[in-house]
């Protein structure tokens, strides 16, 4: 699975952003699908996920009711949808694919390359 992020930009506190993650392959709908982050001088952390055909979604204590994760198996596409941003949101938001319900990325096998979302305050 090859996956690609988009959607990142500047964006001021209290304002909202749509992240897109496309994927390639005939088996996208058999991930967990998730989305992490990583800040300055931060660990990646985990954001949200998304199990197989969108039965169970999860999400970070910190993005819980700010954050919608959602996923269109027929176009190979995963979503997030971030609304009443905080600086503190401010990283690199990345897509993951894996086989597995997980909070951690050493779980996930697949990665696309990261979209820059930035809050001012």
């Known amino acids: 699975v090859q996956l690609q992020a988009s959607g990142g930009g500047l964006v001021q506190a209290g304002g909202s952003l749509r992240l897109s993650c496309a994927g390639s392959g005939r088996t996208f709908s058999r991930y967990v699908m998730g989305w992490f982050r990583q800040g300055p001088e931060k660990e990646r952390e985990f954001v949200a996920s998304?199990?197989?055909?969108?039965?169970?979604?999860y999400y970070s204590d910190s993005v819980k009711g700010r954050f919608t994760i959602s996923r269109a198996d027929d176009k190979n596409m995963v979503y997030l949808q971030m609304n009443s941003l905080k600086p503190e949101d401010t990283a690199v938001y990345y897509c993951?694919?894996?086989?597995?319900?997980?909070?951690?990325?050493?779980?996930?096998?697949?990665w696309g390359q990261g979209t820059l979302v930035t809050v001012s305050s």
């Open positions: 998304n199990a197989w055909h969108g039965s169970d979604t």
């Open positions: 993951a694919a894996g086989g597995r319900i997980s909070r951690r990325p050493v779980d996930y096998d697949y």
